[in-house]
């Protein structure tokens, strides 16, 4: 589900948000119930294993419209079986009442977008919330019976020293924290970072003081108990975010609030990332799609290429092979040569039942990654 209020367009966000409109949250919630109801058939004869609400800032909902939000949820799905239940939060929306009512609708696990411990960096990044109120929050989700909670970091901040950035593994560890996200900063297209860049503001990070960062990176999780398991995200034992790791495994997943992404058996479809077509249009409940791509052998491959390297445990040999093969007589062939020459350097494990990135190859993993799916010749 997405949630699109923000109180404030963070500088490096290119998800789709609007600065909060209280008057519509209502309506918003109103809309999302129908949608829900919706989509339940889509889910009948298996429930739900994971939820992940993110947005946007879903913990600036007052706890009153997500009382009335879970009450859908739990009258449309059968969560009897759930596994998973996430809530992105932001230090500065949370209170324990927001708390105490999640925890009544099921929600087991906390998303805490702390990005930084650093108050120059925060300033940098146009984060409203102090250092410690990460801290706080995440305490205050213990307090309420949240037991699974996972913190966001970024690096690569202008003007972020390698000091500065093991100050904030520091710190984030130091709360306890089962799972860690750490992305390097990214200019993307539209977004106010990249304007700023263009206007000279700044000097974007060093790539090769990136790299050093996310060696640190490594190193500070493991020393910790975490293990990466995907390019961005280190967990202890058992506590991977199950449900992003059904994206990045090619499962199945339905959709819920403007912009949300679905994929269902190959059907792949994006809600309209527009909240006055979001309200406006209801076709039977359903929101409005932007987008939307039916089955195709070779860009399913191509995908599960780029999600499945991303993920420490990698893919199945032999079934990439198979796949390849059933593509086009050359595209096993080519794919073989490509997946030699990257073991050879070091990016690939020579592991011969899974195709894995080395340490070395996570750092190049998109290069290796195009290579791989270029080889497909598609």
């Known amino acids: 589900m997405h949630i699109p209020f923000c109180a404030h367009k963070c500088h490096y966000c290119d998800f789709y948000s609007l600065v909060d409109p209280r008057d519509r949250q209502g309506s918003f919630v109103d809309r999302l119930g129908r949608e829900l109801h919706a989509l339940a058939p889509w889910g009948r004869g298996a429930s739900l294993a994971t939820i992940f609400v993110g947005g946007g800032t879903p913990s600036l909902l007052p706890p009153f419209l997500w009382d009335r939000l879970l009450g859908v949820l739990h009258e449309a799905f059968d969560l009897t079986s759930l596994e998973e239940f996430s809530v992105e939060c932001n230090p500065e929306s949370v209170s324990p009442e927001l708390f105490s009512t999640l925890v009544r609708g099921g929600v087991t696990r906390v998303s805490m977008g702390a990005q930084s411990f650093n108050p120059s960096h925060l300033k940098t990044l ?211 040569r490509a997946i030699e020459r990257q073991t050879a350097l070091g990016f690939l494990e020579t592991d011969p039942a899974r195709l894995c990135l080395t340490d070395a190859g996570f750092l190049v993993g998109d290069s290796v990654i195009l290579e791989l799916a270029g080889a497909l010749d598609l």
């Open 126 to 336: 146009e984060r409203r919330h102090s250092p410690g109120n990460a801290g706080r929050a995440l305490a205050m989700a213990r307090d309420a019976g949240i037991p699974r909670q996972s913190i966001d970091l970024i690096f690569g901040i202008p003007g972020q020293t390698l000091d500065d950035w093991k100050h904030d593994l520091d710190d984030a560890l130091a709360l306890g924290t089962e799972h860690l996200s750490c992305y390097n900063l990214t200019y993307e297209p539209g977004t106010a970072m990249t304007a700023r860049l263009k206007r000279g503001e700044f000097t974007p990070a060093d790539e090769d003081v990136e790299v050093e960062m996310f060696r640190i990176t490594l190193s500070a999780a493991r020393g910790a108990g975490l293990e990466r398991y995907e390019v961005s995200n280190f967990a202890k034992p058992g506590a991977q975010c199950r449900h992003n790791l059904v994206y990045w495994r090619g499962g199945n997943w339905l959709a819920a609030g403007p912009s949300a992404s679905g994929h269902i058996n190959g059907h792949r479809w994006k809600n309209t990332p527009r909240l006055d077509d979001y309200l406006s249009i209801d076709r039977d409940g359903f929101a409005p799609v932007s987008e939307h791509e039916t089955p195709d052998p070779g860009r399913a491959l191509t995908e599960r290429l780029m999600t499945g390297l991303r993920l420490s445990e990698g893919l199945e040999r032999a079934w990439v092979v198979a796949q390849a093969t059933a593509l086009h007589a050359g595209a096993a062939s080519g794919l073989a």
